[in-house]
């Protein structure tokens, strides 16, 4: 059988826990604050979902798995067993299989790491934000810098792969104060990084505040291109470059999972609000669940899917969806394969603009952004597109 193009990125799968003890003022991420969770009703949905796509994809050999949310060190430990021990039963697994687990830094939520190992979880990433505690009251957390350190601490001893978010670009935040803040970042012996500039999302509710004219001391358009920059230098200097828009890694230390979706495989999405990419009998399908958690657990209950709906891609839009997604990426975008998902090339006229023009770099069949083309990475896929 010919190689399906899902099988240039890999297969992985992603487990969406949508709870949170608190809801982040910029988040916009499908996340619900519930006073308590019946988590063996939740083992019960999710082992069916399980099960269900093992039915329909069945032998594929599954290379990651992804615990998102929410706040999914707010699962028991058990749970986490039990949805690892179903995996078990119904993929083979790569020789390098990855099992991330999103975590909060919290002191209650630290003493579970040790439970998420032994259950099978080999890489933690820890939602830390920022390294001081007035920082972290603005964006709304639960801990304090104190704390953050002393969870990643025990993860650590507990995880051969700890990586943690920061955010950049905040109130009041000036570069120098981010170039300290990233420095103390990279000397807590860590091996990855996603570094985030803040954004102001609608439907948040520091949108609300922003739209009000509350939200005050964000940075201008300078300021946080020049933050983008440093946060570049700083990096690379530290052994760290960016191998995705806002991912930096040692070399080796990589997200598996999140490669799978920037070199567009396969990968099926459990949980509410959860997205999925599948191919089936040489179709593919952009799957989609419903958000409201209630609403999800009534559909596996009653209907025998979580599923609201499963949508034959076209091969241009897999195409525009593969370009989206790899050019993101340091290692870029194969020409070839976008052009036999296309049905056509991409116009050498226009890639030869961006390149003169100091944007792309292009080798036999690759494009990719340059240092000073990554942060216009939109305006660079409208002109490709176009």
Not at 128 to 138: F, H, K, P, S, W
Not at 146 to 160: G, V, Y
Request: proline residues 4%; contains cysteine.
């Amino acid at each position: 059988m010919a190689e399906e193009d899902w099988q240039n990125g890999g297969f992985g799968l992603y487990i969406h826990w949508p709870f949170c003890q608190a809801k982040c003022p910029y988040c916009d991420f499908n996340s619900h604050v519930s006073a308590s969770v019946d988590q063996e009703v939740w083992k019960t949905a999710f082992l069916s979902e399980i099960r269900r796509y093992g039915r329909e994809l069945p032998q594929r050999t599954l290379n990651t798995v992804f615990f998102g949310g929410g706040t999914p060190s707010l699962m028991e430990p058990d749970l986490v067993h039990a949805i690892l021990e179903e995996i078990r039963l119904t993929w083979p697994r790569s020789n390098s299989f990855e099992v991330s687990l999103e975590a909060n830094p919290t002191s209650v939520e630290a003493g579970r790491f040790a439970g998420y190992r032994q259950a099978g979880v080999n890489r933690i990433s820890m939602g830390i934000q920022a390294l001081n505690d007035e920082d972290l009251r603005r964006l709304g957390r639960l801990h304090s810098a104190k704390e953050a350190m002393q969870a990643f601490d025990i993860a650590r001893k507990e995880f051969e792969r700890v990586s943690f978010d920061l955010i950049y670009a905040r109130q009041d935040q000036s570069l120098e104060n981010w170039r300290s803040e990233l420095s103390s970042a990279l000397d807590m012996a860590v091996d990855h990084l996603s570094l985030y500039q803040l954004t102001i999302e609608g439907g948040t509710a520091f949108g609300d505040r922003y739209a009000r004219g509350g939200l005050k001391g964000l940075p201008n358009d300078d300021l946080s291109a020049d933050m983008y920059l440093e946060t570049q230098d700083i990096c690379e200097k530290h052994g760290m470059p960016a191998y995705e828009t806002s991912n930096h890694a040692r070399d080796g230390a990589e997200s598996r999972h999140n490669l799978i979706y920037w070199r567009y495989g396969d990968y099926v999405g459990i949980g509410p609000g959860a997205h999925g990419r599948i191919t089936l009998n040489g179709n593919r399908f952009a799957t989609e669940t419903p958000r409201m958690p209630q609403g999800w657990l009534d559909a596996v209950t009653n209907i025998g899917s979580g599923e609201n709906s499963r949508e034959r891609l076209a091969q241009k839009d897999q195409a525009v969806e593969y370009l989206m997604m790899s050019l993101r990426l340091a290692e870029g975008t194969s020409l070839t394969r976008f052009a036999n998902l296309n049905g056509a090339p991409l116009d050498t006229n226009r890639i030869q603009l961006l390149v003169e023009n100091g944007f792309l770099n292009v080798t036999t069949d690759r494009i990719k952004t340059t240092r000073e083309g990554r942060p216009l990475l939109n305006a660079i896929l409208r002109e490709l597109l176009t």
